[in-house]
């Protein structure tokens, strides 16, 4: 794992692959006239945000979002699915020299939910180890088993059920579960609070 | 302005002032069982979000988003509505040290609409300034005005246009604007370039 080199805590996102001060790549198809082409552009993964400091979260990354991927200098990426992770993503880990936390986490659908208490315990402390970071935490759309997982964070961070529920909200837009919001609500953070020490400051001080 | 303190360039989001370990609140109505009182908890803005390191965006932030904004460390906000700032906000910027940016920008509908390109330049310019940050973007509902200029943050970080219009529509929703995304389309970033070197990483290396 290329430690040093993928822990850039404050990496501008899409920045360090393409410096915008050394563009030299030919005229595009960029209407507004600036000198870009396709080739240069960015794709970040479906759903992509960033969650906090070293933390990101999106959909399922495929091939198009590699060299986005690339410019967040990532440590780890926790996979919520209980799928096989598909080679190209699995090389392209390898490659980068990327840890794979994976959570089979299946895909349930309303009115049979079961999210595993202990799968999202065991994720949430594998986002709260500084040695983890900068990492991407994606399920197959990064809207249920994502918005849950990053719900249960903010929950940790003290944040309040309605700023919760209006972040997970955005992400799942119109497939949001009231079963997903409650298992938020109901998720107990308290074993977890001595794991979340303010974890990249000691990276910038 | 409290600039040493201020900058905090990857604060975890809400942990700055509530460290977790440390809870020693009362019994609250946290369902789950966690010991935590409503006074603990923190309340983002309306359609807050990280944007990139130092880089925040949000609604129309008030006095129930203080202490939350608090945690963030702000050493500006770019507002970027034509109306006066309320006194309450003025006064919560004037006791934590943050420098306040006004861009008036008339929160106009469609189909008439007439986005100033110099006041988003001059904005970005704001933005693309690591003096200025941590800072919070932020208009009325952090959809239409605030997502133009995001818009073209990420058009100067490479982003194709695609990833462009579909972090601006998970915050415009249903209030998305044709017009707004061909604003981005057509902004041209190559006057910006030699501004936006990767401001953060030299915080932390």
Not at 107 to 112: A, L
Not at 183 to 199: H, N
Request: aromatic fraction near 10%; hydrophobic fraction near 35%; charged fraction near 25%.
């Amino acid at each position: 794992m290329r430690i040093e080199e993928s822990f850039k805590c404050d990496r501008p996102i899409g920045a360090a692959v393409t410096p915008f001060s050394t563009d030299n790549s030919p005229p595009g198809n960029d209407s507004s006239g600036d000198t870009v082409s396709l080739d240069d552009l960015l794709a970040p993964p479906l759903n992509f945000s960033m969650v906090d400091y070293g933390v990101y979260r999106s959909g399922f990354p495929d091939y198009a979002n590699f060299p986005f991927l690339r410019t967040l200098g990532l440590r780890s990426i926790i996979y919520l699915c209980p799928e096989p992770y598909p080679v190209a993503n699995a090389e392209f880990l390898k490659a980068n020299g990327i840890r794979l936390f994976q959570f089979g986490i299946e895909g349930s659908k309303e009115p049979f939910v079961n999210i595993p208490e202990d799968s999202i315990r065991e994720a949430l402390e594998v986002v709260l180890d500084e040695k983890n970071r900068p990492l991407l935490i994606h399920c197959k759309r990064g809207k249920h088993r994502t918005g849950c997982l990053v719900g249960c964070l903010r929950k940790l961070q003290k944040w309040c059920l309605t700023s919760i529920f209006d972040e997970y909200q955005r992400y799942a837009a119109d497939k949001a579960r009231v079963s997903d919001q409650r298992f938020i609500e109901l998720f107990d953070v308290s074993s977890l609070k001595e794991l979340s020490t303010p974890v990249a400051i000691s990276k910038c001080q």
